[in-house]
């Protein structure tokens, strides 16, 4: 049940995120500006249709694996994608949550623009509390194949 439960809450949110990319895909602007590092007040790239459209993608293709990897829809791949789809997704998502040590996540040193100080507040915590929920989906579904009564 605990994987199920986790699998379920953070595919939910990846898929609200791939929502709005295709809303920024499609020409919307509404909260686009505070979404890309910046610069001296410029930002760092202007994200493109097909970047919108491709991160959305990715998104619920996480969403599908962590999905899977949870037990609410079937395994249509290798038997090993259960396991490792999630755990990917899950580093991932770490990975960004942690930054690149400059403009993104936790341990970035420009941390004066609007982007940063969101990323602080609401980005990376984001990204980090789905990246561990990613990986409990697989924690808990082992422990309830173990019989723990976890799951």
């Given at each position: 049940?605990?994987?199920?439960?986790?699998?379920?809450?953070?595919?939910?949110?990846?898929?609200?995120?791939?929502?709005?990319?295709?809303?920024?895909?499609?020409?919307?602007?509404?909260?686009?500006?505070?979404?890309?590092?910046?610069?001296?007040?410029?930002?760092?790239?202007?994200?493109?249709?097909?970047?919108?459209?491709?991160?959305?993608?990715?998104?619920?293709?996480?969403?599908?694996?962590?999905?899977?990897?949870?037990?609410?829809?079937?395994?249509?791949?290798?038997?090993?994608?259960?396991?490792?789809?999630?755990?990917?997704?899950?580093?991932?998502?770490?990975?960004?949550?942690?930054?690149?040590?400059?403009?993104?996540?936790?341990?970035?040193?420009?941390?004066?623009?609007?982007?940063?100080?969101?990323?602080?507040?609401?980005?990376?915590?984001l990204c980090?509390?789905l990246g561990?929920?990613?990986l409990w989906?697989?924690?808990?579904?082992?422990?309830?194949?173990?019989?723990?009564?976890?799951?």
């Amino acid at each position: 049940m605990a994987s199920r439960i986790a699998a379920g809450a953070v595919a939910i949110a990846l898929v609200a995120i791939a929502a709005l990319h295709v809303f920024w895909g499609s020409r919307g602007q509404l909260g686009r500006s505070a979404v890309v590092p910046e610069r001296d007040g410029k930002p760092l790239f202007v994200p493109t249709r097909v970047a919108c459209f491709s991160v959305a993608a990715l998104l619920v293709a996480a969403a599908w694996l962590l999905l899977v990897g949870g037990g609410l829809l079937p395994n249509l791949g290798p038997p090993w994608l259960a396991t490792v789809g999630p755990v990917g997704v899950g580093l991932v998502l770490l990975a960004r949550a942690i930054g690149d040590f400059r403009y993104v996540g936790f341990f970035k040193t420009v941390r004066a623009s609007r982007f940063a100080v969101l990323d602080t507040r609401f980005y990376s915590p984001l990204c980090a509390l789905l990246g561990l929920g990613a990986l409990w989906v697989v924690v808990a579904a082992r422990m309830a194949r173990c019989g723990s009564g976890i799951d």
